[in-house]
C-alpha cells in the first residue's frame, strides 16, 4: 500500500464513536505527559517487534504529535496493520487539542502488558530530570 488517507480530528472522533481504534505511536514518555482518551499506545520503535492491530480490529487510526511521524512512517504502519484500513491523523494530537477535542495526562491502555513498565520507567525518568 503506497497511499494512506489522512483525515481530520472530526472525521477521526467520528470513526472513533463507529468502533475504529485511535494508535498512539508516540514513545512512552510522550504519550504519559499527553494523550487522546481511550487511544491505545503502541510506540513507533515497536511497530515492527509486534503488530499494533488486535483481532476484532477493523480500522485503525495512527497519530503522532504533528503528524509528521505518522505521514513518514505510513507504508510502514499500514503494513503492520494486517487486513484492518489505516488512516492517519492529519495534525496529530496537536490538531486534535486545536479541534477542542479531549486530552488527557493519565496513560491510555498500552499495545501489551510489558509496555505497561516501560511507561512508568519513562515517567519517573522525567519526573527526575
Avoid at 2 to 15: C, D, F, G, K, Q
Avoid at 42 to 68: E, M, N, W, Y
Amino acid at each position: 500500500m503506497n497511499h494512506v488517507e489522512t483525515i481530520s480530528p472530526a472525521r477521526a472522533a467520528e470513526l472513533v464513536r463507529q468502533g475504529a481504534v485511535l494508535i498512539d505511536i508516540r514513545e512512552s514518555g510522550e504519550h504519559v505527559k499527553e494523550n487522546i482518551p481511550g487511544a491505545r499506545h503502541h510506540a513507533l520503535s515497536q511497530i515492527d517487534a509486534r503488530h499494533p492491530a488486535r483481532a476484532g480490529d477493523t480500522v485503525l487510526i495512527f497519530h503522532c504529535k504533528s503528524g509528521a511521524r505518522t505521514k513518514m512512517s505510513a507504508p510502514r504502519l499500514a503494513a503492520a496493520s494486517g487486513k484492518c484500513q489505516v488512516y492517519l491523523l492529519g495534525g496529530g494530537i496537536e490538531a486534535w487539542k486545536r479541534a477542542g477535542l479531549p486530552t488527557s495526562a493519565e496513560p491510555g491502555p498500552a499495545a501489551t502488558d510489558a509496555a505497561a513498565p516501560r511507561a512508568l520507567l519513562d515517567r519517573l525518568v522525567s519526573l527526575l530530570r
